[in-house]
């Protein structure tokens, strides 16, 4: 990319505000190296000024005693939702995904949330389970996609085939933006071939990137005079068999999610970094519209809409407050607005909203759409709901996952019973965890898609609301929403199976399922009867 710093600030002065927006996440495989790529991401935007900031800030929060503990052991990070940073003009809003796979309900939803996604994939491992799921996600909302190969100072796969695994294993087209020069002992830093400049280091081979050497291609003295033979031979062979074997970047195919530029480089020795915020600086994508009942929402819209992706309780435990993350989606958003909240039929004022910055929090004042503000409440806003400037419209394709595990909640102490039901209502109204009521009996069962999440509910309703639970297993494994077209089979079905229906919060009916092979049989035996894995949380 033979973009300068000057061009892209040039170009973004020319902008309406919402344009130089670049909203997006980072999903990854946990090891691949996420923590180290968002953290060189902010600091070379200036957001942080020193690496290790990301991590020493989770160890920090280890010995605090307020929210910051809690948050802490629930595993997931607060202050790290939203990263916003600004350089040369371009505002980066990035949001953090948790990188364990029990929390993937609250990183899918996240994903409704960006307008692109980097997806770090580690060189020796190639694609992994969970890359391939949140890929999915992204696919099914057509997220552009960056790829960036990591750990390239290492031995990883031939660049060949590492470009043709995500091709082949993703159905996306893919077009390398740079080259390894070298890996593991012959690491000697990264080609970019489009800009023709050679990233290296003045201290040699496997040194950290620090030079920027333009070269006038692959014969420059720059890159032979230092490079081992073998490994420009390497180089030589995967440029030129890169070039025919796949298709230049096509801006077009990139924004619909079918093109994949790839970046191969090293978060830790900071090799590529420079070059993915400049492609996401120049290539977008900008705040795109968003799918809403009856019609899409456009980013230029004068009216202001946003939708909640994310909700945190009790972030001060004296206080039963919580931050709903409002994703902007159109208008320009002033403090103090009135807004209405569609679901409720109610109007909010929104007196303080935050904004996040890498090391502090601002009331935000102004936002635009493809920003992310904090909007303290009460418990009125959660996952899902709608605001707008009186408009009667929802924001859709916000999945509720079928769980995948269910438990039966036991109290210790029965007179909390109240306080329990509260917890778990409010824990659910963040998307923790999902509860159903059984028809038959009293006692709730709750369902996740991570087992790991039952552990944070339980530590969650005993910090937060002093109260003890477990959970004793049930003969159920899944749950799926019922629906029929017509609304007197749907009664009848469910009476007939009362012993296995429960209502979810909302109190949609679910059948809760023994076994896989129920589900199909159960299926086969109710054709009028749909089953579903996913809900839209309207
Ligand atoms: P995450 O789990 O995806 O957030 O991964 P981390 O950023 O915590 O990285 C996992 C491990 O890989 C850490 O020990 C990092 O220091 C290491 N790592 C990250 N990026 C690189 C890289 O480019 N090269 C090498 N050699 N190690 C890296």
């Known amino acids: 990319m033979s973009v300068t710093d000057a061009e892209i600030a040039t170009k973004s002065a020319a902008m309406r505000p919402y344009e130089n927006r670049r909203t997006f996440a980072i999903i990854s495989h946990p090891d691949a190296g996420k923590t180290t790529l968002t953290e060189k991401l902010l600091l070379s935007g200036g957001a942080i000024r020193q690496a290790g900031q990301v991590r020493a800030r989770g160890e920090r929060r280890r010995t605090r005693s307020d929210w910051m503990k809690i948050e802490q052991e629930r595993g997931i990070s607060v202050s790290s939702s939203v990263m916003t940073f600004e350089r040369d003009g371009i505002i980066f809003n990035l949001l953090d995904t948790p990188g364990h796979e029990d929390f993937s309900e609250d990183t899918y939803r996240t994903l409704t949330a960006v307008d692109a996604a980097i997806m770090v994939i580690d060189a020796a491992k190639g694609i992994e389970t969970q890359t391939r799921k949140l890929f999915e996600v992204c696919r099914l909302r057509d997220i552009p996609i960056i790829t960036f190969i990591n750990k390239i ?5 031939h660049p060949l085939e590492a470009l043709d695994e995500i091709q082949e294993a993703l159905a996306l087209d893919v077009t390398p933006m740079t080259w390894p020069v070298g890996m593991g002992s012959d690491f000697f830093g990264v080609y970019d071939w489009k800009s023709k400049e050679f990233l290296t280091s003045d201290a040699g081979r496997g040194g950290p990137f620090n030079v920027v050497k333009p070269v006038s291609g692959l014969e420059d003295e720059a890159l ?16 030129e068999l890169g070039g025919e074997a796949y298709p230049p970047f096509d801006r077009e195919a990139f924004l619909e999610g079918h093109m994949t530029p790839v970046f191969f480089g090293s978060a830790l020795r900071d090799y590529g970094v420079e070059e993915l915020i400049r492609f996401i ?28 992706f994310k909700v945190q309780a009790n972030m001060d435990p004296k206080h039963r407050d919580r931050i709903a993350f409002v994703r902007l989606c159109s208008g320009t958003f002033r403090r103090g607005m009135k807004l ?20 502090e929090r601002e009331l935000a004042e102004t936002a635009y759409p493809g920003d992310v503000i904090g909007v303290p409440n009460h418990g009125q806003l959660r996952v899902g709901d709608t605001l707008t400037e009186g408009e009667e419209i929802h924001v859709t394709g916000l999945p509720a996952f079928a769980p995948e595990v269910l438990r039966r909640v036991r109290l210790t102490d029965t007179m909390r019973v109240k306080q329990m039901r509260q917890g778990l209502e409010d824990l659910a109204e963040e998307g923790l965890v999902q509860i159903f009521k059984p028809t038959i009996g009293s006692n709730w069962i709750v369902g996740v898609v991570g087992i790991l999440q039952l552990d944070v509910v339980i530590e969650r309703l005993k910090q937060e609301y002093a109260t003890e639970i477990g959970f004793d297993a049930v003969q159920y494994n899944t749950a799926r929403w019922v629906e029929a077209d017509s609304e007197l089979e749907l009664r009848k079905f469910l009476e007939t199976n009362r012993a296995n229906v429960a209502l979810d919060r909302d109190d949609k009916p679910v059948f809760l399922f023994k ?3 129920e589900v199909t049989y159960i299926g086969e035996k109710n054709p009028d009867i749909r089953f579903r894995e996913t809900r839209e949380i309207v």
Do not use: C, Y
């Open 340 to 359: 209405k909240h569609v679901r409720a039929g109610k109007s909010i004022a929104v007196a303080a909203p935050i904004f996040f910055f890498a090391e």
């Open 224 to 239: 032979t005079g230092t490079v081992f033979d073998r490994v420009m031979d390497e180089l030589n062979e995967n440029v």
């Open 153 to 157: 100072d290492r031995e990883g796969r």
């Open 515 to 517: 076994s896989a092979w």
């Open 281 to 308: 600086a120049t290539f977008g994508p900008a705040p795109h519209s968003q799918q809403a009942t009856g019609r899409k929402i456009l980013p230029d819209e004068d009216k202001v809409t946003g939708f909640v």
